[in-house]
């Protein structure tokens, strides 16, 4: 138990405030390994407190072998690697010329810290033509932060300044001089975000709400979507602004690995099933001290609002309260192996729905949570992904501003239980929404009284039609979507045909998108 516990309650928060006392009497306990040998017990873990950001603390450098490099003749600053980014271990920022002119006196333009800089038409031509001062772009990575997962050059898409290179001992050096010289950099001025730009939201430092050093997998779709609330959220209503509820899940473990907590905001964690009701009476309480602006969002996968805490959510629903669900949908119980839940697709192998001879996966149809959230009264309904980065900031930015109950169901790809590559979490969520796997889209109470007028299938490609075919003559069907993940590949035989099971879950998925057609008046 160590050699001392300290119980007096008035010192420990006093340190809890300062802050320092933590980091010195845990933090490096467990940075320099020696923390389950001496480390005295504390009331910080017997209380379950986690002080904010100390996830900027921990240390992924020895994680992977690759790390991304940037070309930045090639960059053209859209930001879409540092908002993919799950880790918080892309960043950016822009620079006035005369400052990044300074710099290049001081360091010579062969410094690596200055090659990581990219003169852009968004940033720095376009600023130039309306009679401003140009901007230069900087994009580093965080060394500590990067797990090297790679998504960033898979956002990164056909501009190609990104890829992905080996680690060795000339070349981190460079990396963290770069990080070092962007710490010491102002933030960017206002002028150069544009508002219509959602895309720009993450080059304030305000909204890295979540600062990485989190334990969730390479390349985890929850970790994007929470970091996208979150500056979505923080942008509009500042850093002090909200706080979270969040049911158990792998939000909850890879977000509190004690000592680290990769939040800048207050979250709880209540029981898996009970995370609506606990907001219910924080919301009440908020309210109840003026507080009735500040922002209350409801974490939670699809198993703690699909099903154990379905009753609670349609509970807080008909409260209509100002209350704010985002939903990690992978289809699964990710955090306990890959156990099947109401939102798991047909037909895909998962544990309690094993592949064998009799019963070939899941043979339950998908919950549709968007549908039964419409049919609770003046509910705003939005379902989207980190891949549609528009549609997603434009959800939750109009979820915050309903006065009332919202929920934003967002598909989060899950590595090792959907069967894909690190790198693979956006193209994945994207082409979701392309088989219909996944449709696009908001019901908003505000647009008028029948559900014509309040759903909107923007966004989704080909929307009259029944699937989306490509230029090139592909028919991009459900099957085509699961070709391309290993939660369904018992499915095809020797020669790539598809099972009738497969088939069967292919036609729910078209009956689905057709009743999303008739309900927003396109069919």
């Known amino acids: 138990m160590g050699d001392k516990i300290n119980t007096n309650l008035g010192d420990f928060l006093d340190s809890f405030v300062d802050?320092?006392?933590?980091?010195?009497?845990?933090?490096?306990?467990?940075?320099?390994?020696?923390?389950?040998?001496?480390?005295?017990?504390?009331?910080?873990?017997?209380?379950?407190?986690?002080?904010?950001?100390?996830?900027?603390?921990?240390?992924?450098?020895t994680i992977a072998p690759d790390i991304p490099q940037l070309d930045a003749g090639k960059c053209v600053g859209c930001m879409e690697c540092v908002i993919e980014c799950p880790d918080?271990?892309?960043?950016?920022?822009?620079?006035?010329q005369a400052e990044y002119d300074k710099l290049v006196e001081k360091r010579g333009r062969d410094d690596y810290a200055i090659r990581q800089f990219a003169e852009t038409s968004k940033f720095h031509k376009i600023p130039q033509k309306k009679g401003n001062?140009?901007?230069?772009?900087?994009?580093?990575?965080?060394?500590?932060?990067?797990?090297?997962?790679?998504?960033?050059?898979?956002?990164?898409?056909?501009?190609?300044?990104?890829?992905?290179?080996?680690?060795?001992?000339?070349?981190?050096?460079?990396y963290e001089a770069a990080m070092k010289l962007y710490s010491r950099l102002p933030d960017t001025p206002d002028h150069y975000i544009q508002e219509k730009v959602?895309?720009?939201?993450?080059?304030?430092?305000?909204?890295?709400?979540?600062?990485?050093?989190?334990?969730?997998c390479m390349g985890c779709g929850e970790a994007t979507a929470i970091r996208m609330m979150l500056a979505a959220t923080g942008y509009a209503y500042g850093e002090q602004g909200m706080g979270i509820v969040a049911a158990t899940g792998c939000n909850t473990v890879f977000g509190s690995t004690y000592p680290h907590n990769p939040y800048r905001v207050p979250w709880t964690n209540p029981l898996f099933e009970n995370a609506p009701a606990v907001a219910m009476g924080i919301r009440t309480k908020w309210n109840a001290d003026g507080m009735h602006d500040k922002r209350l969002w409801v974490l939670g996968g699809d198993g703690a609002m699909l099903d154990i805490g379905f009753q609670s959510l349609s509970r807080m629903l008909m409260s209509g309260m100002d209350i704010k669900v985002l939903v990690l949908d992978t289809q699964v119980y990710s955090n306990t192996g890959g156990q099947t839940s109401t939102a798991t697709f047909t037909a895909q192998e998962a544990k309690m729905s094993a592949f064998g001879k009799a019963i070939h996966g899941k043979t339950e149809q998908r919950k549709e949570l968007s549908y039964i959230a419409m049919m609770h009264p003046d509910v705003y309904v939005a379902q989207t992904t980190c891949a549609h980065i528009n549609h997603f900031y434009r959800a939750v930015m109009d979820a915050n501003s309903y006065p009332g109950p919202a929920i934003v169901n967002v598909y989060a790809p899950c590595q090792p239980e959907h069967g894909i590559a690190d790198d693979m979490s956006m193209h994945q969520a994207k082409h979701a929404v392309d088989s219909r796997a996944f449709p696009l889209l908001v019901h908003d109470p505000r647009k008028g009284e029948t559900l014509k007028e309040r759903i909107d299938l923007k966004g989704n490609p080909a929307q009259r039609d029944d699937w989306y075919t490509t230029p090139k003559g592909e028919t991009i069907d459900f099957v085509h979507f699961?070709?391309?993940?290993?939660?369904?590949?018992?499915?095809?035989?020797?020669?790539?045909?598809?099972?009738?099971?497969?088939?069967?879950?292919?036609?729910?998925?078209?009956?689905?998108?057709r009743l999303l057609q008739e309900l927003a008046g396109i069919k």
Not at 148 to 174: F, Q, R, W, Y
Request: glycine fraction near 10%; charge should be negative; aromatic fraction near 6%.
């Open 198 to 216: 959602l895309s720009d939201m993450m080059l304030k430092q305000s909204t890295h709400l979540y600062v990485g050093g989190a334990a969730s």
């Open 133 to 174: 001062e140009p901007g230069m772009f900087m994009l580093v990575t965080d060394l500590n932060k990067c797990k090297g997962c790679g998504e960033c050059v898979t956002a990164c898409g056909s501009h190609g300044a990104l890829t992905m290179i080996a680690k060795t001992p000339g070349n981190l050096p460079d």
């Open 88 to 96: 918080t271990a892309i960043i950016a920022k822009v620079l006035p």
């Open 19 to 61: 802050g320092q006392a933590f980091e010195d009497h845990v933090m490096r306990a467990y940075e320099d390994g020696s923390a389950d040998r001496q480390l005295p017990a504390d009331l910080f873990a017997a209380l379950s407190w986690i002080p904010v950001e100390t996830g900027k603390l921990r240390d992924f450098s």
């Open 482 to 513: 699961s070709r391309s993940e290993g939660r369904f590949a018992k499915h095809f035989d020797a020669d790539g045909n598809a099972s009738e099971d497969l088939l069967r879950a292919q036609e729910g998925r078209l009956k689905n998108w």
